[in-house]
């Protein structure tokens, strides 16, 4: 049997590879208490808008409803939580108070219909490529740091697959 002895610069490099393989998937999905979130976007600027969307998908795994009552972000003067819907083949986009969580269930913010987040007063267009981090504040999860990949308007509009008892961002 061979015995190898390590130095130690050898020893804390073999141990952050370690730590990092094991963290990696924590770093996929981000969360704050029993909800996470397990994908963040935001629309690229239309030339000339001083305003933008942010679209979460939150998977509440605690046994206890909860809600997003507040947004930040550095990138913009404020973030409202928005809802939109379509009454008499007009777009209605209204600010709400709170963004409802359901415990064990999925709620999925999309382009088009239901829950967003609206950065107000953008400071520079968000292009295709950045990232736009904000701040989640819930009504009894404490808050969390999400970074949102600015996306094509193609790729956010794209159905992704709706885990099982998932709500749509629509339904309120």
């Known amino acids: 049997m061979t015995i190898r002895v390590f130095t130690r ?3 804390l490099a073999m141990t952050s590879a370690v730590l990092m393989f ?4 924590a770093a996929l999905a981000q969360g704050a208490g029993a909800i996470a979130v397990t994908q963040a976007q935001a629309l690229p600027s239309i030339p000339g808008a001083r305003n933008g969307g942010g679209f979460l998908t939150l998977v509440n795994h605690g046994k206890t409803d909860d809600k997003i009552v507040a947004a930040s972000s550095p990138v913009c003067g404020h973030v409202e ?3 939109m819907s379509m009454e008499n083949n007009v777009m209605r986009m209204r600010e709400v108070e709170t963004i409802p969580v359901p415990a064990g269930k999925t709620l999925r913010m999309q382009p088009g219909s239901g829950y967003h987040l609206m950065f ?3 400071k520079a267009p968000l292009k295709v490529g950045e990232t736009v981090p904000v ?6 999860g404490g808050q969390m740091e999400v970074q949102l990949k ?6 956010i509009a794209g159905d992704a697959p709706m885990p099982g008892n998932a709500m749509h961002g629509g339904m309120h």
């Open 22 to 25: 094991a963290c990696a998937p």
């Open 81 to 83: 939580l928005h809802t």
């Open 120 to 122: 107000m007063d953008l």
């Open 150 to 155: 600015v996306e094509p308007r193609d790729k």
């Open 9 to 11: 610069r050898q020893a």
């Open 135 to 140: 701040t989640i504040k819930f009504a009894t």
